[in-house]
């Protein structure tokens, strides 16, 4: 599976932006698909995930009904959403395809996925 995330850019506090990420390959349909983010100086971090049927999600705390992630299995695609962007929410995101077998609640561990895109840089501007 090959993941390119794409859609990040500059965008002032309170705003929105909408990530991509496409994928390649025959199991996209049949795995979660996980969103992280990783600042300067940091750890990557979870952000959220969506199960391979697109009816089940996930998110971190911090980014709790600000963030929403949909995914389309015909295209091969998954959306991050982000609104009312904070400062704090500035980092490189990754899409990656989730390895595990547990449920969303439980595919918040960077180690149990596979394959990751190479990152798509969001700034949020104060």
């Known amino acids: 599976v090959q993941l390119q995330a794409s859609g990040g850019g500059l965008v002032q506090a309170g705003g929105s932006l909408r990530l991509s990420c496409a994928a390649s390959?025959?199991?996209?349909?049949?795995?979660?698909m996980g969103w992280f983010r990783q600042a300067p100086g940091k750890d990557r971090e979870f952000v959220g995930v969506?199960?391979?049927?697109?009816?089940?999600?996930y998110y971190a705390d911090s980014v709790k009904d600000r963030f929403t992630i949909s995914r389309d299995n015909l295209k091969n695609m998954v959306w991050l959403q982000m609104s009312a962007l904070k400062p704090e929410d500035a980092a490189v995101y990754y899409c990656?395809?989730?390895?595990?077998?547990?449920?969303?609640?439980?595919?918040?561990?960077?180690?149990?996925?596979?394959?990751w895109g190479q990152g798509t840089q969001v700034t949020v501007s104060s």
């Open positions: 990656a395809q989730y390895q595990g077998l547990g449920t969303v609640e439980r595919a918040t561990n960077l180690a149990e996925y596979g394959y």
């Open positions: 969506i199960d391979w049927s697109g009816r089940k999600t």
């Open positions: 390959g025959r199991s996209f349909s049949s795995h979660a």
